[in-house]
């Protein structure tokens, strides 16, 4: 296979942009091929790509991920340039600064969006895409329910997942799931972005706090959050867990809650990736304490 800034730079002429001189690979992304396209009469973009596209619509879905972000949560995004089968083309961000005060701005966003889009049922009006496996987001009026056939229980049947846990893990994910009301607190339903690890968050050019490469769907605010908690977050942003947890009025005991939370995005690294950073081995040091009937 040719090289990623060929390959992005051979779609990018496909679809129209001849103006594209160079394109220069990102480092960062897990899933898909990304660069920054520098071109003759117009400011750079960024490109990303799949080598092999795992369906039609899975960058039309990011593409509206990123607009309902800013339109409905007030979130900021990269401009929307192009959203075809073969690639998503987007305005060019900044590198996040190292500073408390963009974490303390990034709080008040994400808060915001959280508070200011309250939903009556869990899921989105169709699926989407999580790196290169299908989101399914089908409605749901129990937030349990939701998160436990959707979010854990769906990865069960993927063939990485299945190799990685034996039966007795797998029993123990059942078990969790059927305890979900015991182990947390019952939540309403908000816009999330629903990949929120550090790396997919920038800044825009006057410097305010900006995602990319939303999962997006209506669930509990908490699964953003913990996807940041465990991302190794900076040390800057300690402020924004302590100003987070103020605007929303999170309890005390939000910290303990995390990693349930966040096998979620584990199982999601396991299904598709040879090497899972240790996410199995999280996901068992979490199941241990369901491993036996209670």
């Not at 339903?189 to 968050?201: E, R, S, V």
């Not at 908690?229 to 402020?239: D, G, L, N, V």
Request: charged letters at 20%; glycine letters at 6%.
């Amino acid at each position: 296979m040719k090289g990623a800034a060929a390959f992005l730079l051979d779609g990018l002429r496909r679809a129209g942009m001849d103006d594209v001189v160079a394109v220069q690979p990102a480092t960062g992304g897990l899933a898909a091929l990304a660069g920054v396209a520098t071109r003759r009469d117009a400011p750079p973009v960024f490109v990303k790509a799949f080598a092999e596209p795992p369906a039609d619509d899975v960058f039309a879905a990011e593409a509206e991920g990123l607009t309902a972000l800013r339109e409905r949560g007030g979130m900021a995004t990269p401009e929307v340039l192009l959203a075809g089968r073969e690639l998503l083309v987007l305005s060019v961000l900044q590198p996040r600064p190292s500073t408390g005060d963009f974490w303390e701005r990034f709080a008040h966003a994400l808060a915001h969006q959280h508070l200011s889009t309250v939903h009556p049922r869990f899921g989105w009006h169709r699926d989407n895409w999580l790196g290169r496996r299908r989101q399914h987001n089908t409605w749901n009026d129990d937030g349990f329910a939701f998160f436990a056939e959707h979010r854990l229980l769906r990865w069960l049947g993927e063939p990485r997942v299945e190799a990685a846990l034996d039966a007795a893990d797998q029993a123990a994910l059942e078990r969790l799931c059927d305890r979900l009301p015991d182990l947390l607190p019952k939540q309403p339903a908000c816009l999330t972005h629903g990949d929120l690890w550090t790396q997919n968050l920038l800044a825009t050019p006057d410097g305010r706090p900006a995602l990319i490469d939303p999962a997006v769907s209506y669930t509990w605010a908490e699964v953003d959050l913990a996807h940041v908690w465990t991302t190794a977050p900076p040390p800057e942003a300690q402020r924004f867990f302590a100003v987070y947890a103020e605007l929303t009025s999170l309890d005390r005991d939000w910290p303990a809650r995390m990693p349930i939370l966040q096998l979620r995005q584990h199982l999601a690294v396991l299904a598709q990736f040879d090497n899972d950073w240790g996410a199995a081995n999280l996901i068992r040091a979490t199941l241990t304490p369901f491993r036996t009937p209670s």
